[in-house]
């Protein structure tokens, strides 16, 4: 295993990171436990949740997963979300993340948290507030590192101006979605992240499954999936014709290199050197092993070609890049 730099902190993770929203929710807590401790054994060292994650059950299997084990893992988790219905259970205030970071870990049975993401922005809560007290979990050791996830750049660098003009704690990198069908991030996230030494992890790199090609244009959902089962942001951001087409189009391309779709995605965000690690949500053991499949080997220029025909840097299947910043900006482009 390779393992990569966060950012510009000096702490290590592989090249993959275990996601675990599938768990304590469609994955019960034995073969979650399973998909873990194989995930361990493979090499892989970082692993990702959320308070908010099937009400905490991810966290607390997690935290049971890891009995024995703690010590070599870069444990991620977030706030921000709801945890209730009172005004003061979400956010980005003292009050709800000093609240939530204890209970994160007591369900996760440690210590410390490595790597603590803001899950969303706050539009509520100063974000010198937030950073404050982000700041003050790090020196009392409760947190290691801070992150920020499904922020727009222009929110990463107005926190990052407030951290270096306060003398607080900084973001070492950002979450957001990034996937061959979703390139979103190219034009400013990924450019941000050049220019002020971030980590990226990038969730959903199979687009919730649209990247295995079991979606097909103007076929029935297949039974189990996440879409059969309704997961309403699949609805809001993967459910688009045009990308189970650009799927189709990618099999033969993964065929011909002996390996999976679901492989060759993952190879694809592996080989942008400003991408960390992508996020893998393995539902089941046989995935986690399929997941494992994208690690040793990348695509060929003449591949990386073909996947910026079906899909231009900075697009997303459906639309086209309308910014009006575009001619000023130049084409977005993944770093080599």
């Known amino acids: 295993m390779e393992y990569r730099r966060l950012g510009q902190a000096g702490v290590k993770v592989s090249p993959l990171c275990l ?14 436990v399973r998909i873990i401790h194989r995930a361990l054994d493979a090499g892989i060292n970082f692993i990702d949740t959320a308070n908010v994650y099937n009400g ?3 966290e607390r299997i997690v935290g049971r997963a890891l009995k024995g084990r703690r010590d070599g893992v870069v444990l991620a988790t977030k706030v921000r979300s709801a945890m209730g219905d009172g005004p003061n259970e979400g956010g980005s205030s003292r009050f709800h993340i000093v609240s939530e970071v204890e209970a994160s870990l ?41 992150g920020a996830s499904n ?17 607080l704690e900084r973001f070492v990198c950002l979450q957001s979605l990034y996937n061959i069908v979703n390139r979103d991030v190219e034009v400013e996230i990924l450019p941000a992240c050049a220019a002020c030494g971030l980590g990226f992890v990038p969730y959903s790199p ?22 059969a089962r309704g997961d309403r942001r699949m609805q809001q951001t993967e459910l688009r014709e045009e990308s189970y087409q650009a799927a189709q189009e990618l099999m033969p391309l993964a065929e ?29 053991m046989e995935q986690l092993e399929d997941n494992l499949g994208a690690l040793g080997w990348s ?3 003449e591949e990386e070609a073909a996947v910026d025909r079906l899909v231009p840097p900075g697009e997303h299947t459906g639309y086209g890049f309308n910014d009006p910043l575009y001619p000023v900006m ?3 482009a993944r770093a080599r």
């Open 19 to 32: 996601g675990t929203m599938m768990f304590g929710g469609p994955t019960e807590e034995g073969e979650s």
């Open 56 to 58: 905490g059950e991810s």
């Open 106 to 146: 007591r369900r996760l049975d440690t210590d410390r948290i490595d790597l603590y993401f803001l899950h969303r922005p706050d539009d509520e809560t100063p974000i010198e507030e937030t950073l404050r007290t982000l700041d003050d979990l790090v020196r009392q050791g409760k947190v290691r590192y801070i």
């Open 151 to 167: 922020f727009y750049a222009w929110q990463v660098m107005a926190a990052l101006w407030t951290s270096d003009r306060r003398n």
């Open 206 to 227: 199979l687009a919730r499954g649209v990247l295995t090609g079991k979606y097909r244009p103007g076929a029935p959902y297949p039974a189990g999936s996440r879409a």
């Open 256 to 284: 011909a290199r002996g390996k999976t779709l679901s492989q060759l995605a993952l190879a694809w965000l592996l080989g942008n050197p400003l991408v960390t690690s992508p996020i893998i949500g393995p539902r089941t």
């Open 299 to 301: 695509l060929t220029p």
């Open 330 to 332: 130049g084409r977005p």
